[in-house]
């Protein structure tokens, strides 16, 4: 009970750091839970690396030009987290703990991508525009902590259905894609206004 409080915890701190100017969330987590390397994959490597056609059909909503899909498809993010993956994936030292950390390190990485780009979003916007995005951006901000709280609390910590290492993986997996769908979203916005413009983070 005493670990499950402590990942509620972190958790709901990590979540407000979804915005510009909030804190970041904790680097890493304490799990004792372990998983077969087989669960793992099924658990993580679908939801966290999306195909092609995923992020196509995600990341051109407005904008479907060729050039805009080809710039979302090639970010440096998704490539260094495919390789971490892999590498941790063949990895003697494979882990559920292993697996939650680097969720939780490109948790951070698509949070500080998000707060970056809303910034040059909001700069570029007029008043009434930049006061809907203010208001649009805290209803996403709140339904994103609301939703990972729920799961938590209603399934990991005050009811006694467990959801288990591989519950455990998921909601960082899933909580780094929301991240990362909004962040897609604003820069997408942000294309659309100013034309090409790349990601705040570099490559290994």
């Not at 990942?7 to 510009?20: K, N, R």
């Not at 203010?134 to 990991?156: C, D, M, R």
Request: aromatic fraction near 10%; glycine fraction near 4%; include cysteine.
């Amino acid at each position: 009970m005493k670990l499950k409080l402590i990942l509620l915890s972190v958790l709901i701190g990590s979540l407000t750091a979804c915005s510009a100017g909030v804190n970041k969330p904790e680097s890493t987590f304490v799990d004792t839970n372990t998983m077969t390397q087989e669960e793992s994959i099924q658990a993580s490597s679908t939801p966290a690396v999306p195909s092609e056609n995923d992020v196509t059909e995600k990341s051109g909503s407005y904008d479907v030009s060729q050039s805009y899909i080809e710039l979302v498809q090639s970010n440096p993010i998704d490539k260094d987290y495919e390789k971490e993956f892999d590498d941790l994936n063949n990895s003697s030292e494979f882990s559920t703990q292993g697996l939650i950390q680097l969720e939780t390190k490109y948790i951070e990485i698509w949070d500080k991508e998000l707060n970056e780009i809303y910034k040059k979003l909001i700069a570029k916007l007029d008043d009434k525009p930049k006061k809907l995005l203010i208001e649009a951006q805290k209803g996403w901000l709140q339904n994103h902590i609301k939703e990972t709280e729920f799961v938590v609390s209603t399934f990991q910590v005050e009811n006694s259905f467990n959801i288990g290492s591989q519950g455990l993986v998921n909601i960082q997996v899933i909580h780094k894609n929301r991240l990362k769908d909004r962040t897609l979203q604003l820069f997408e916005y942000y294309y659309m206004l100013e034309g090409t413009d790349g990601f705040i983070y570099k490559s290994k």
